[in-house]
């Protein structure tokens, strides 16, 4: 039986890296009796996956994981015990009989509040761009990437940037890429921003 | 979180060493005690955070109202260096406060390569290194843990030490300091107060006067203090504390799992062995109490390993009651049960083929020493011919490489010993033909309170000499001989069996940039070489023999085991008469008076 879960991370959560992560859930569902499947071979894992993994650093009020159960739960008790057992930092939101396979991912809308935020005459000057081209380390060194495709809508409110990115295995970009970014092309520095991100779509 | 670590957390390697919010950590209201407390294990949190004594009194502690009980690590170099440049102090993880703030820091300290650590701690806090530059806002700052058995290197730097097991000690300290905090008293009133309590030693209420290299004279300067400082034990581990809970880190620590602590002490006596000594007599927990225990932690935490922790499990008498019990638990909830320290015979073996999902890879056998003499002068009581049956039985049960651990610079020990350890791994791989062999070879570092307490250590180039010795043997290739630099080795046993003298050097080795000395990567014998130099105090004071009759620096610590003994199994050791086990026959070494465990 699989169950898709949306919870939300918050506080220290974001700083949980994502193999971490995914033991803090097994542990969790193990003290919340969720009879969580394991995979058969000689070094059993728990059968979770997550869509879109975020990178440390950032909260999230949007995420989603997989669970496969080897007996069949209510929703309404999953999400109820699993909260209890999880530590405050990460809240589940709804349980949904359901597979991954339903919801396709593959863009992120981030909130990015800054320090120093820019302003939208900024924004322009930076989206205007053709290219933006950022280093991105890889195994074989350091390559040069045009990130400007895989920024689906950015704007600026206040002090706060919202941006739509690539999301999801296929191609990803993360938002600090983009604050970077900004620096680079534009000079203007953010400063000490949070970021958070706010929903998951399919574009 | 402050915004202010929340800004550097996102520049260090691994973050969730700072932030605590784990499950099963504790929150309350920090206005509502009487009493804050700052544990600090001085090392990194995936280290200490593996360590049971500091879950075991984190959770104690907490259970009372009045107490909040928070953990501190040392932040790795990468950290600190962040902290210094946003002057960020030393925090907990519970509350992110500054440990300058609480009432009491108390150290934990399990290892003598952590001294360094325990000084930047403080630096780091903002508190003054020495007990007698600090005021009435700085905690008071305690230590325990094995270490304290000879406390005097850091004697200048903690204002009291815990001498023994701290179930007991730590509510009468707790218990005292809000006492004493209700009343107004001093900080020297406190303390003064604290010295009343069975177990605590307060280092400047004695003082030493030195004759060349050895002490002349250690006195009470203080009065009404005690001779001695005898350690504290808990007789009935059954009825003492043990929590129902445990932390569960984020980060993957050294033994994530589930520890059982079986049994306290050990029976066997092995002359180099301080924790066979000091932890005497031997107490079990029931096998009853156990799986309860074993229960609630599996129920409480979602681990999916435990493992038993004890020094020798193969000694505890009712293991295979034990393992039957904890595996029906286990076996139903996909939990793996490891089991460490065994000796291997028929028996343990049979009882790890029961437990299932035991990954058959690799086994440690820890014969410690070369010939039969050597073994015999150490008393370990194993024979050659138990060692290559143990292997046999092993490679029958399809444990496909051995690792071996074995000791050099013991006392008493010829070339030949050495030359024994590849002649022995030797015998073993032909035994088992077709299988590799892994030895392990560490330089014995002589221990306050063991029978080779007065023992010679070896130079570091006397140990490097026997290191060479140990290739000298034609062996077969599928033998691989590991050892180790054995400049630490000599460090940790310099401040294993030193004195005051060293509170000066290990300062001065901060203050030239030593720090996490048991990290190969920060580890620096030069730097301390220098510190020695500069304070004009020559290590090999400390690594040098003893005679009976000098004045030891930890005499003042009565750990239950008389000098008398230590002196008898010495002189044993040097015919190398092997002495009978506990169980098997009582040697009257003392620890009889508490009437516990093994002893009754
Ligand atoms: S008193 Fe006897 S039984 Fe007890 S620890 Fe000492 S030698 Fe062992």
Known sequence: ?203 | MTDKIDKILLNVSKPTRYTGGEHGSCVKDKSSVDIRFAFCFPDLYEVGMSHLGLRILYHMMNERPDTYCERVFLPWPDMIEQMKSENIPLFTLETHDSVKDFDILGFTLQYEMCYTNVLSALDLAGIPRRSADRGEADPIVCAGGPCVYNPEPLSDFIDFFLIGEGEEQTNEYLDTYKRCKAQGLSRKETIKEFSKISGVYVPSYYGQTYDGERIASFTAVEKGVPVKIKKRIITDLDNTFFPETIIVPYMEIVHDRINLEIFRGCIRGCRFCQAGHVYRPTRHRSPQKLVEIAKNLIKNSGYDEIGLSSLSSSDYPHLEELVDSLLEITEKNNISLSLPSLRIDNFSLSLMNKVQKVRKTGLTFAPEAGTQRMRDVINKGITEEEILNGAQIALRNGYKSIKLYFMIGLPYEEAEDIEGIPLLAQKILTKGAGQSLTVSVSSFVPKPHTPFQWARQDSLSELEAKQKILLSPKISRKIKINYHTSSLSVLEGVFARGDRRLCKVLERAVDLGCIFDGWSEYFAPDKWNKAFEDCDVDPAIFTRARSYDEILPWDIIDCGVTKNHLMRENEAAKKGIVSPNCRAKCAGCGAGIWKAGECV
């Open chain 1, 1 to 203: 039986m699989k169950y898709v879960v949306e919870f939300e991370k918050s506080g220290i959560a974001k700083y949980i890296s994502q193999l971490d992560f995914q033991r803090t859930i097994s542990r969790a569902m193990r003290r919340a009796n969720l009879p969580l499947a394991y995979s058969h071979g000689f070094n059993p894992h728990p059968q979770l996956s997550f869509a879109a993994p975020l990178a440390v650093g950032i909260s999230s009020e949007c995420e989603l994981f997989e669970a496969e159960l080897y007996e069949e739960a209510d929703e309404n008790i999953f999400s109820e015990n699993l909260n209890n057992a999880l530590p405050d930092c990460i809240r589940i939101i709804k349980v949904k009989k359901d597979s991954l396979k339903n919801c396709p991912v593959n863009a992120g809308v981030y909130k990015v509040e800054c320090e120093n935020a820019p302003d939208a005459k900024i924004i322009d000057i930076f989206m205007s761009r053709d290219t933006i081209e950022m280093d991105k380390k890889t195994k074989g060194g350091i390559k040069q990437l045009d990130i400007k495709t895989d920024i689906f809508g950015i704007s600026v409110n206040n002090n706060t940037i919202e941006m739509t990115l690539a999301a999801g295995s296929q191609r990803n970009l993360r938002p600090f890429l983009v604050t970077d970014a900004i620096k680079k092309y534009t000079g203007h520095d953010c400063g000490y921003c949070k970021y958070h991100r706010v929903k998951l779509l399919n574009m």
